[in-house]
């Protein structure tokens, strides 16, 4: 399979393939679910594409790219990157984002929101703890459809970013889910923090360690 990259200008466009591959890619992680309650359905598709298309306007910094099979025409994956090439005043990086892409009316839907808001408050809080307004590249998602993945497109996306990474002097920065950290632990990311998600918040039976990662150039 020969596979190639492209800049993804209009999201609204890609918005439809993008979801079901990050859909597909993080179906069983318990995080993607928390964010996203209901699991791969039209609704939840929905919500995560509010919030892709929200980021995007709010974020001037991010960068879409997005990895096609050549032969094909349908991309496999993509991954999104913020590049933060100077330093930010606390009132922009210390901002908490709300869960405001699906609504809350039933207790149901207040206790995932919660649940939700939780998950958040976590890994921003250590986001911030960690870099603070310093500049650095944050690789802010990477998923790679299941059917394609093994087969390079998540290291042709990882690559993209770490080289303009490179290129502007930034050390990359990201969070890892479990099954993206020995694909980052090969390119040279380390471990430099962790974030404990308690069982109560995830639904789970014991906590759940996600690992904070570096790369310098």
Known sequence: MLLSLIQIKCLTLSIPRMMEIQFSA????PYHRCLYPGG??????????LRVIQEREHTPQQEVVGCVDSDTGVMVGFVKWIFYRTERPESSWSKREKVDWWGVGEN??????RKAEAYLETTEGTRQRIWGG??????????VHPDYQRQGAGTLLMHWGMERARD???????????????LYKKLGFRDIDSMIIKADIWGGGYDRVYKAMQKDF
């Open 108 to 113: 149901e839907n207040k206790e995932m929101k």
């Open 40 to 49: 791969n359905t039209p609704s939840a598709r929905a919500a995560a594409g």
């Open 26 to 29: 993080f179906d069983s992680e």
């Open 134 to 143: 310093r500049p650095h590249a944050l690789c802010a998602l990477l998923c």
């Open 168 to 182: 502007m002097g930034l050390p990359a920065y990201l969070e890892a889910s479990f099954e993206g950290y020995p």
